[in-house]
């Protein structure tokens, strides 16, 4: 056999057990972008890499002058600089909220979601982020319901310095926590297990802490550096009851 179709036949295998995906895959998307298969799902951005269009502080009208600045196409959290928690404009009631986030050694902070601005000693759930090595109570580890609901021990964050990947998804009563890519929380907003954790956590005289409600996204300012990028969110249909 002539040497030229042996090469042939050798490329002509490599694409075909490569099932052409050099051709057909979707070129991933930039940092603070969506893909065309996330807009055709319904995804938008919530930080565009250059603006903070979209956010305010928490129960303010503007955005904080100092403390949150855009760096590298993130948004960043200042460490040692009081600017206050930050919110959607928007509100929310069932959603998915996807973004990257990561943090230095021995810094937290925290997402929170169905935020009321009525309710400031407990605006919301806490999806928290730290270093872990500083917990050891598992109530106040990465991806927990802070200080209501633990997260699972799946729950894997990047050392610190590195980026993680999380994501909220609420339809109706129904909540879920995920890190890197697991499901590492899920509960029942006003179920007898989320009343028994707010019973014994901080927020026990807190009316209505723990249910279902429309409300804000935010980020918190526990005065430790923070760094976010690919904030996005997409809705869906009320839950039927």
Known sequence: MKPTFVCLLVLIGSICASGFSTFAAEPAAAPNTLSATEKADGWRLLFDGQTTQGWRGYRKKEFPKQGWVIEDGCLKKVARVSGGDIVTEAEFEDFEFAWEWKLPPKANNGVKYLVLESRPGA??????????????????????????????????????????????????????????????????????????????????NAPGFGEKCRGRI???????????RNLKVREFPAAKP
């Not at 935010?218 to 976010?228: G, Q």
């Open 123 to 204: 605006p919301g759930p806490e999806y928290q982020m730290i270093d872990d090595t500083l917990m050891g109570n598992p109530l106040q580890k990465t991806a927990s319901f802070y200080e209501v609901l633990p997260p699972g021990p799946n729950a894997k964050p990047k050392p610190m310095g590195e980026w993680n990947q999380s994501r909220i998804v609420v339809r109706g009563n129904h909540v879920e926590h995920w890190l890197n890519g697991e499901k590492v929380l899920a509960y029942e907003l006003g179920s007898p297990e989320v009343k028994a954790g707010v019973a014994k956590s901080k927020f026990k």
């Open 218 to 228: 935010l980020l918190t300012d526990h005065n430790d550096e923070a760094w976010y």
